[in-house]
């Protein structure tokens, strides 16, 4: 076999494995039916879930079908995604150097170890989760979160605007990937500026038709009232043709079962066109290589 045709062949070996690992969720969302052209995704990871597979999910069905792609990453870091890639079958630094993928890490700029902050083990109006942010207050170096610093905002979204414009050059149809929008409250951000700069990224779906959006969330078991991350998500939810949310089991921790993932089709031409109930709900189970759904109370996995 020659250089070339081994290249064919592996290339497509590669799309078959990609698509196989990610196969049932694809499934479950829709995404092997539905285009994801000028299509907004709102993720909600529930506190005490890990929603990354859905993203990952999006990522490997933008790539298969030449989507450019930009990530904004507030949690994980490119090499999480790139690492995860090479599993799926795709070598995430090629296609940044090839100018195919491009990144947005707004949290370098500020907060060196945003893990730090201790996103999963502390509770959402914990004093903890915020006392990093109030002594960079205290040193002046952060504005004052109780009004709308218009500013900062556009600090964060110029960025991202720019590098979609670049993208555009290359490519006719882009999807921007959001991980996670709700960080922007660790360093004290209002709920106006966070809510500002989801407007900013919305605006670009306005100004380009065919632009997708995927914009993650990480929520909290609280009333939306006393919880701004809830309320973030719950505004960005009205406005998506798909949502989507991942929350831990009810009855607590399972060898067998990692969550709960809930769809909702918003658009109701598209469920009546695909025969799509208005929610689906399914329980999942996270693997090294594969994510196994189940109906609940089903014992044999889905797809």
């Known amino acids: 076999m020659n250089t070339t045709a081994w290249w064919f062949f592996a290339k497509k070996h590669l799309v078959i494995l990609r698509y196989i690992m990610t196969d049932s969720v694809r499934r479950a969302l829709g995404l092997d039916q539905i285009d994801l052209e000028g299509n907004l995704i709102v993720i909600s990871e529930r506190h005490g879930t890990d929603a990354n597979f859905l993203i990952n999910t999006v990522l490997s069905k933008s790539l298969e079908k030449g989507y450019g792609v930009e ?19 795709y070598n ?28 999963d083990s502390v509770d959402a109006s914990s004093p903890e989760l915020t006392e990093n942010i109030r002594q960079l207050n205290d040193m002046e170096t952060m504005p ?48 106006k500026e966070v809510w500002l700069y989801s407007k ?40 998506s043709q798909l949502y989507v949310a991942v929350e ?11 969550g709960v993932m809930i769809v909702e089709w918003r658009v109701s031409g598209l469920r009546k066109l695909y025969n799509w109930p208005e929610r689906s709900t399914y329980l999942y189970k996270l693997l090294d290589r594969q994510i196994k759904l189940f109906t609940p109370g089903g014992i044999d996995a889905l797809f």
């Not at 990530?71 to 490119?78: I, S």
Request: glycine residues 6%; hydrophobic residues 40%.
């Open 248 to 258: 831990p089991l009810r009855t607590g921790y399972s060898d067998d079962i990692s």
């Open 144 to 191: 004052n979160p109780l009004k709308l610093d218009e500013k900062l905002v556009q600090h964060f979204f110029t960025p991202v605007r720019d590098q979609f414009w670049e993208l555009k050059k290359v490519r006719e149809n882009v999807i921007i990937i959001v991980d996670d929008i709700t960080h922007l409250l660790d360093l004290n951000l209002s709920l």
């Open 92 to 119: 995430l630094n090629v296609l940044r150097e090839r100018g195919d993928v491009m990144v947005v890490e707004p949290m370098k700029s500020i907060v060196c170890n945003i893990e730090e902050l201790g996103h």
């Open 71 to 89: 990530l904004v990453l507030f949690h994980n870091t490119f090499g999480h995604y790139h690492n995860i890639g090479m599993k799926l079958g």
């Open 200 to 239: 900013y990224l919305i605006s670009l779906m306005k100004i380009d038709t065919k632009l997708a959006m995927c914009i993650l969330g990480h929520t909290y078991q609280s009333d939306i009232n006393d919880c701004l991350p809830n309320g973030i998500i719950a505004g960005l939810q009205r406005g």
